[in-house]
């Protein structure tokens, strides 16, 4: 199998990583050892340094195994970007147990769903949560540790650190083997699945990057914590920052507004995002010049970042923004840019130790030459253990250690991949297929848009219909038949959207990811086309 991807790897960058037999908890245990005293968590006014949140991790692991959490109890772990939420997420991997993640926004059938489906036994949130807990029946069925500051019962988390028991158990970890994190699916395509990530998984993943950035401990790195803790790829950037000694600073909610101000005060050097956040941002009429000096260089995840968007952010700060790839089943990460050699509207290449693939769509197994579009198919340490209780969906996406992403993508001839769509998004509109994102790209580069999502909806003549749903820029005038005109000059005429739609916002995850499912499942209660013809 060609690897052509490699040649771009950074000097002295290995094809291959050793990953180190250790779990999670070693990672905080081994900065903790040595660099003592460096910052380690920033959360408000609160500190701590690397010696201080080990001594806190241990005295919360120890207090909790007193009240009885063991190896592989499922803890659900329902925090926003606080102290909290890493204190307890390192305490419940020095015990074993398998952290649950929970979104702390989820409402009772979505916080129903996970906990039960993830037969959790303990719960670590906010008094907050305690009414929707009663509500679903599971307040007397959960030992529950709550994380408010100025909480002061038995089971409050800051008085049990307070007790200061002495009585851990031994470590015995497998990494290869042992189950860390149960994180749930955004469910964007369905109920949402506990994909199981190892200790292997997570700090495999950890060690890719850092091999590929160059394999040195930048210690007097900040980094802003934004991307929400509960999502794969601001867990794993918090397991990346707490392993180089780097220090972690809190973002509990995101709000354009109180981020410029965390910018200001605390001068974070690491950015990473998503990219409804840099929209945010080049439009935030606030923005000074000087503002983002302090960051040598952005990330971006979790969903395709528009060339649009990254070229005019990059010419207003003068910031550089990587963007990589990943997703919940590999930990995330599994693509990213060099540095070096960035190529716009690319995913980037594949890290060390990681085999891509383009695959056809009716078989999974006819590997598909440069620039062919097919099935995204990955293979390496960050690849899932599997679905949490759900054998056969496992079975259908893991193959011969091949994970079948479900995303559509191509690979150009010198290794770098692109991603065109979800399978089930690709719009096929008079026998043609319809990449969404390839239209969204050339909406996006309309100087009156803000942000947009493009979608097939039903057509008794062409089978599906191109829709666009925008959000215009503040104050810009612009109609159906402008964006219509736009698009008709840059893409083929069966790609152009028939129906443009204008909207004040836009359906998002809670990491920012727009929401395709929201607007079709919209359109299917509608049964009619909505908004303005082009």
């Known amino acids: 199998m060609s690897r052509p991807w490699q040649q771009w790897y950074p000097e002295g960058v290995a094809a291959e990583v050793e990953i180190p037999s250790i779990s999670l908890y070693q990672l905080l245990e081994r900065s903790a050892q040595d660099y003592p005293n460096r910052p380690a968590v920033i959360d408000g006014d609160r500190e701590w340094n690397y010696a201080q949140l080990k001594a806190d991790v241990d005295l919360l692991a120890a207090a909790m195994y007193a009240r009885g959490v063991r190896q592989g109890d499922r803890v659900a772990l329902a925090l926003p970007n606080t102290a909290e939420y890493i204190l307890a997420y390192y305490a419940i991997h020095r015990l074993g147990g398998i952290v649950v993640q929970v979104n702390p926004m989820y409402q009772t059938s979505e916080l129903e769903y996970i906990l039960k489906d993830s037969e959790a036994e303990w719960f670590i949130g906010r008094r907050e949560q305690e009414e929707k807990l009663n509500k679903i029946g599971m307040r007397e069925k959960l030992a529950v540790i709550w994380a408010d500051l100025g909480e002061t019962g038995r089971n409050s988390l800051y008085s049990m650190i307070a007790e200061k028991q002495a009585s851990l158990p031994p470590l015995h970890i497998d990494p290869q083997e042992d189950v860390a994190v149960l994180q749930y699916t955004g469910g964007t395509t369905g109920r949402a699945k506990g994909v199981m990530l190892t200790h292997r998984n997570l700090v495999g993943t950890v060690y890719q990057g850092f091999m590929f950035g160059g394999g040195v401990r930048k210690v007097e790195e900040r980094i802003l914590g934004m991307p929400p803790l509960y999502h794969v790829y601001g867990m794993s950037r918090m397991n990346s920052t707490i392993f180089s000694a780097q220090a972690y600073i809190c973002l509990p909610k995101y709000d354009v507004d109180t981020l ?107 590997e598909l030459p440069a620039g062919e579009p097919g099935e995204l198919v990955i293979k390496g340490p960050q690849v899932m253990k599997g679905y949490w209780k759900k054998p056969e969906e496992t079975e259908a996406v893991l193959r011969d250690g091949w994970f079948y992403t479900g995303d559509m993508a191509r690979m150009d001839e010198e290794g770098y991949f692109y991603i065109v769509g979800r399978k089930k998004e690709l719009i096929i509109t008079s026998g043609f297929n319809v990449y969404p994102i390839e239209v969204e790209e050339v909406i996006y580069q309309h100087p009156s848009v803000a942000e947009a999502v493009v979608y097939g909806v039903p057509d008794a003549y062409r089978g599906e219909t191109v829709k666009a749903a925008i959000v215009p820029r503040h104050d810009a005038r612009v109609t159906a038949e402008d964006i219509a005109e736009w698009c008709a000059e840059r893409l083929a005429r069966y790609k152009v959207p028939k129906i443009i739609q204008f909207r004040t916002e836009l359906p998002k995850t809670t990491v920012g990811k727009i929401l395709r499912r929201a607007l079709l499942e919209e359109e299917q209660r509608t049964r009619a086309p909505e908004g303005e013809k082009a």
């Open 260 to 366: 410029l101000q965390l910018i200001r005060k605390h001068r974070p050097t690491g950015f990473p995002a998503v990219p409804t956040v840099y929209i945010s941002l080049l439009n935030h009429p606030d923005l000074k010049p000087g503002d983002l000096d302090c960051i040598t260089v952005c990330g971006s995840g979790s969903a395709p970042l528009p060339a649009e968007v990254m070229q005019s952010f990059e010419q207003k700060t003068g910031v550089p923004i990587i963007e990589g790839y990943g997703l919940s089943e590999t930990s995330p990460a599994t693509h990213t840019n060099p540095m070096a050699r960035r190529k716009p509207g690319s995913i980037g290449i594949p890290l060390p130790s990681t085999d891509c693939r383009i695959v056809d769509l009716e078989t999974g197994m006819r």
